[in-house]
T-cell receptor
Framework: AQSVTQLGSHVSVSEGALVLLRCNYS??????LFWYVQYPNQGLQLLLK??????LVKGINGFEAEFKKSETSFHLTKPSAHMSDAAEYFC???????????FGSGTRLLVRP | GAGVSQSPSNKVTEKGKDVELRCDPI?????LYWYRQRLGQGLEFLIY????????KSGLPSDRFSAERTGESVSTLTIQRTQQEDSAVYLC?????????????FGPGTRLTVT
C-alpha cells in the first residue's frame, strides 16, 4: 500500500529565506508524485508533479522538487519565500495501477515579514 | 475554460438533517472524485466515478453517505441524518483520465458545518 509522510505540520520561515517542505513516500511500484497548494478558502492547485525522466521538477511560483528514489523523498523547495507563499501544502502519490491520490496530512507554511 | 465548480460553498445544517452537495466537473473529464478534509487534516478519499463503470465507494465512511453521477457530468454527494463528525470541507476533483500521472483538478469545496 502506498503512503505519504509530511514531516512538520507547520513550517515558519522569514520572507526571503529558503523554503523546504519534506515529503517521504512508500510505494512498491514506480510512483507518480505531486505537490498541491491550498490557499485559504480555496481548492487545491497543482504546484508540480513528477512522472518520469528528469528527477528535478520545476513548478509554478518558483517552487521545485527533487525525486530521490534511494531516499523515497520528494521534498519541495523555493530559494526565497514570499509572503504570498503562505498556504497549506500537500504531497501526494499515485501510480499506474491506481486511480487514487494518496495525500499526506499537509504542511502549513507561515511566512514572517 | 471553466474549472470544477461546487455548490453550495458553505452549508450549515442541524444534526439529523440530510444534505446534498453538488459538483460540476470540467467538461470532458471522465473521472470524478470526492474527498473529505477535516480541520487540520489531509484529504480523505470518499468515492470515485469513471464513465459508466461501477463507482468505487470504498472510502465512504458509513451508509449515511451516498453519491451519484449522471453520465460524465454532475455529481451529487448526499449525507443523510448528519452528525457533528460530518463537519468538514468536501472537495470534488475531476481528471481527464483516471490513472497514473493525470492531474486531478479540484473545486473550491463545500464547507459543511453540522450544529
Amino acid at each position: 500500500a502506498q503512503s505519504v509522510t509530511q514531516l512538520g505540520s507547520h513550517v515558519s520561515v522569514s520572507e526571503g529565506a529558503l523554503v523546504l517542505l519534506r515529503c517521504n513516500y512508500s510505494s512498491s511500484v514506480p510512483p507518480y508524485l505531486f505537490w498541491y497548494v491550498q490557499y485559504p478558502n480555496q481548492g487545491l492547485q497543482l504546484l508540480l508533479k513528477y512522472t518520469t525522466g528528469a528527477t528535478l521538477v520545476k513548478g509554478i511560483n518558483g517552487f521545485e522538487a527533487e525525486f530521490k528514489k534511494s531516499e523515497t523523498s520528494f521534498h519541495l523547495t523555493k530559494p526565497s519565500a514570499h509572503m504570498s507563499d503562505a498556504a497549506e501544502y500537500f504531497c501526494a502519490v499515485s501510480d499506474d495501477s491506481s486511480y487514487k491520490l494518496i495525500f499526506g496530512s499537509g504542511t502549513r507554511l507561515l511566512v514572517r515579514p | 475554460g471553466a474549472g470544477v465548480s461546487q455548490s453550495p460553498s458553505n452549508k450549515v445544517t442541524e444534526k439529523g438533517k440530510d444534505v446534498e452537495l453538488r459538483c460540476d466537473p470540467i467538461s470532458g473529464h471522465t473521472a470524478l472524485y470526492w474527498y473529505r478534509q477535516r480541520l487540520g487534516q489531509g484529504l480523505e478519499f470518499l468515492i470515485y466515478f469513471q464513465g459508466n463503470s461501477a463507482p468505487d465507494k470504498s472510502g465512504l465512511p458509513s451508509d449515511r453517505f451516498s453519491a451519484e453521477r449522471t453520465g460524465e457530468s454532475v455529481s451529487t454527494l448526499t449525507i443523510q441524518r448528519t452528525q457533528q463528525e460530518d463537519s468538514a470541507v468536501y472537495l470534488c476533483a475531476s481528471s481527464l483520465k483516471d490513472r497514473g500521472p493525470y492531474e486531478q483538478y479540484f473545486g473550491p469545496g463545500t464547507r459543511l458545518t453540522v450544529t
